[in-house]
């Protein structure tokens, strides 16, 4: 039985178990796929263990994406560019890793149906999702993305990778169409961003990465508002669906019941 692992810390409030062992079951699989907490001084051995086949292939979540890099034998293009590693595999020989995480976005945009084709996207947080929401936005044709981290450096780094970002100060509010949350405000519930959501306008788009919980303050405040919300529940999912398919050589089905399945 082949085993497969989602690697982080923390790592409880992971569903990728949840999601891919229901994936296995449905396509009778013989795999099973676990969560692992772990520290930077393990991160040699897991990858070893890819090296020498007792794991078909890892996840990695927070804080490890940028970590785990040097410990890899060759990375994707996507995952090159953003700096950043969600999905490990062994190819000829070699531990790849790759970026799901930026299809995941884009499949996640599109599946809630809003074009983000010439319009100013303001992204708050500079952390390790960031790069990855970059790039897509690109790729999709956003016109403007600003960004805003309370460590300003962190922002003013990413403007080194992608000369067209504007940074801007934290607490301030630009003119935007869409605006994400890719801070990790918001996990726990009583979390809030201070931000002027009267100020804001209406009919605006307000995205947050997170998906758990389901609507965080930021999304219910906008809501009140009267704006467009949306969580990260899509996007999780498709970045999942992509690693799955390339372990797994074997595309599963993404219906209500795979969407509810995260809702439980
Ligand atoms: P990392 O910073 O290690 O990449 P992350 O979980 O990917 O970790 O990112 C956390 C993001 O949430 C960062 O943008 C962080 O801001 P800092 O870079 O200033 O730390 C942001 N964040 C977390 N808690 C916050 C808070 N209370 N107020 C403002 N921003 C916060």
């Known amino acids: 039985m082949k085993k497969y692992l989602v690697i982080g810390n923390p790592i409880e409030h992971s569903y990728s178990p949840k999601l891919h062992n229901y994936w296995i079951k449905k396509n009778n699989i013989n795999a099973v796929y676990e969560k692992k907490q772990i520290n930077k001084e393990d991160l040699k051995n897991i990858i070893f263990d890819i090296k020498k086949e007792r794991l078909g292939g890892i996840n990695v979540t927070v804080p490890f994406k940028k970590f785990i890099i040097p410990f ?16 490990i595999y062994l190819q000829n020989g070699k531990v790849l890793g790759h970026n799901t995480d930026i299809s995941g976005f884009e499949l996640g945009i599109k599946y809630s149906k ?4 010439n319009k100013i996207v303001f992204i708050l947080g500079a952390g390790g999702v960031a790069p990855s ?38 607490g301030e509010t630009p003119t935007f169409d869409m605006v994400i949350n890719a801070t990790s405000i918001g996990l726990k519930n009583e979390d809030g961003i201070k931000l002027d959501y009267s100020g804001m306008g209406h009919n605006k788009f307000f995205y947050d990465v997170i998906y758990n919980p389901k609507e965080t303050i930021f999304l219910k405040r906008a809501k009140l508002f009267g704006n467009r919300t949306e969580n990260g529940k899509m ?5 999942a669906h992509q690693a799955f398919t390339i372990w797994h050589k074997l595309m599963p089905d993404i219906d209500d019941e795979t969407i509810t399945l995260l809702e439980k």
Do not use: C
């Open 133 to 170: 929401i970059i790039l897509a936005l690109k790729k999709m044709g956003a016109s403007k993305i600003i960004i805003s981290n309370r460590t300003k450096e962190k922002a003013e780094d990413l403007k080194n990778f992608f000369h067209e970002l504007e940074v801007i100060d934290w």
């Open 235 to 239: 996007m999780f999912i498709y970045q």
């Open 72 to 87: 890899l034998d060759e990375l994707s293009p996507e995952a090159d560019e953003t700096k950043s590693v969600n999905t």
């Open 114 to 117: 809003y074009d983000v084709k």
